[in-house]
């Protein structure tokens, strides 16, 4: 399976240089905008088939985010892209320098399935604001989706400049022999090392957006209730299947009954008692992951749901407690509807653990005390952070939203996701008028004496 011509047919179409102005971006911007609109029918539909997201979550996840990129693209391209004036030492005086921000070239963005129209189009406006011809690769494990995005995407740009590529994971392969001036994934850690070692042959950057065990610490003082709908609301939208999600909760041992009498009253607010035969409740997306999740109940004891009908792939918000240490469900990514519920005395312990373990995608902390609140954010590294709430890091554009460690590296959203696709090009420009000899062999000055300049003339 070979992409070189299509990667061709781009990298000639960049070369015209006729993606550079801002007005051409600009069009293009409106144009996503509003194909969005056009086809939001089919997208909505399509979540509905691969995921079981509702109209309104999908319009709230997915789509309404992606015109909130569009919207804050058109209004801050201008600035974004021009040329920023930047100090240069005497030694080189009299001259100008600047920073003038251009487009990578040919980019490819391989999306993921959880979120597969927002986390492939979001990145998207970036790279048409930078300035990119783009190559897209929606995610095979949502297939309804990836077709209505293909077809937007086909009525919407010329196929030299953006063009999606529908296909399974030996697409990906193929497309990674292929060389693009940079990469942007969203994904599973696993696959984000594959990509990046596909990277290294052409040294291409790379953004990975992975994931990881991003846990929530519930402290003595949290508002009880108010924290168990928050953390309820941000693991169980789309079922689980959010890499910001809250992978499981430390609660404080004063407040675990409390905690999670909240939890059981809040999940039967929000889904009923039957939760699937709610309209706001996903499915999991394949019989490989409903498989994956239903081991996890073992785990633990199940404190609430762990209903489940493995023919329409349901899995009911299910609740841990008493979970072994050393069991899966506490090792690897959950990236499903089971929250685990831990309990801890003291909270120095907790951190201590939590240093131990990868480097989460987000940390969640709940607490009125401010030092408890600085203590935690400074003791525990993860990508982002949430204090009293959770997911709320990543919603907007104002924020940065990416990884650490394994977790992924690189950001996105807003200016972020604008500097994502772009490359800080540094110019100077030195007038002729000007030339004194002493750089110049052979030297001319005293070390001493030299010492004493540099210190002047390196001055910004």
Known sequence: MQFNTAVLRARSYFATGVTRPVVFRREQL???????RQHEPALLAALQADLGKSPYQSLASELGLVHAEINH?????????????????????PADGWVQVEPFGVVLILGPWNYPVQ?????????????????????ELAPRTAEALSILVAKTFPPEYISAVNGGS??????????????????SARVGRLVMTAAARHLTPVTLELGGKCPAIVCADAKVELAARRIAWGKFIGAGQTCVAPDHVWVHRSIRGPFLAALKKTLREFYGEDPSASADYGRIVNQQHFD?????????????????????????PTILTDVRPKSPVLQE??????????????????????????????????????????????????????VNDVISQMVGTGLPFGGLGESGFGSYHGRAG?????HQRSVLRRATWLDLPFRYPPARLAIPTLKRALRFLLRG
């Open 418 to 422: 604008f500097d994502a696709f772009s």
């Open 73 to 93: 693209a058109l209004r801050h391209l201008s600035s974004w892209a021009a040329p920023s004036k930047r100090r240069t030492p005497w030694l080189v005086a």
């Open 333 to 386: 990514e959950i990236f499903g509807p089971v929250l685990p519920v831990l309990e801890f005395d003291d909270l120095d312990e907790t951190l201590t653990q939590l240093q131990a373990a990868p480097t989460p995608l987000a940390l969640y902390v709940f607490t009125e005390n401010r030092s408890l609140e600085d203590k935690i954010l400074n003791t525990v590294r993860s990508g982002g952070a949430c």
């Open 292 to 316: 994956r999740l239903l081991k996890y109940l073992g785990d633990g004891k199940v404190f609430h749901g762990g209903e489940n009908d493995a023919e329409k792939l349901y899995l009911a």
């Open 170 to 187: 030996e697409v990906a392969e193929a497309l990674l022999q292929e060389k693009f001036d940079k990469i942007f994934f969203t994904g």
């Open 30 to 36: 409106n144009k996503l905008s509003a194909a969005l």
């Open 119 to 139: 986390l492939l189009l979001a990145p998207l406006v970036s790279a048409i604001a930078a300035g990119n011809a783009i190559i897209l690769k929606p995610s």
